[in-house]
């Protein structure tokens, strides 16, 4: 089973920024998704981000859009989430898993990715006001 790792989170204060790292062992990544999730305290996960590996297509939803970009290393099979102007509505657990979807965006709909597993730990990210 591929090992999953994120990290980067923090502690920041509103309007901060951070990076976070997402490293997926094992096969290529060419012909997945890879996605960024979070889930805040109390509630349910949700999807944040994701990029088409092969294309390197992105989608952000419209709550982090303008505010988060993706980038990756494809050598290091790693995908990065810079977040700035960071908001306290931000805080949360951020997670990354690997799919494959007709798109990446179908990848973050709950509907779909309550099937997915999270490998990965998570990492925390909290934003003070």
């Known amino acids: 089973q591929a090992q999953v790792v994120e990290s980067g989170g923090g502690v920041v204060q509103a309007g901060g920024s951070l990076r976070l790292s997402c490293t997926i062992g094992?096969?290529?990544?060419?012909?997945?998704?890879v996605g960024w999730f979070r889930q805040a305290p109390g509630k349910e996960r949700e999807g944040v981000a994701c990029m088409t590996w092969s294309s390197g297509s992105v989608y952000y939803v419209d709550s982090v859009k303008d505010r988060f970009t993706l980038s990756r290393d494809n050598a290091k099979n790693t995908l990065y989430l810079q977040m700035t102007s960071l908001k306290p509505e931000d805080t949360a657990i951020y997670y990354c898993?690997?799919?494959?979807?007709?798109?990446?965006?179908?990848?973050?709909?709950?509907?779909?990715?309550?099937?997915?597993?999270?490998r990965g730990q998570g990492t925390q990210v909290t934003v003070s006001s």
């Open positions: 094992g096969s290529s990544l060419e012909h997945s998704e």
């Open positions: 898993t690997r799919y494959v979807a007709d798109s990446c965006r179908v990848g973050l709909d709950p509907r779909i990715f309550k099937y997915y597993t999270f």
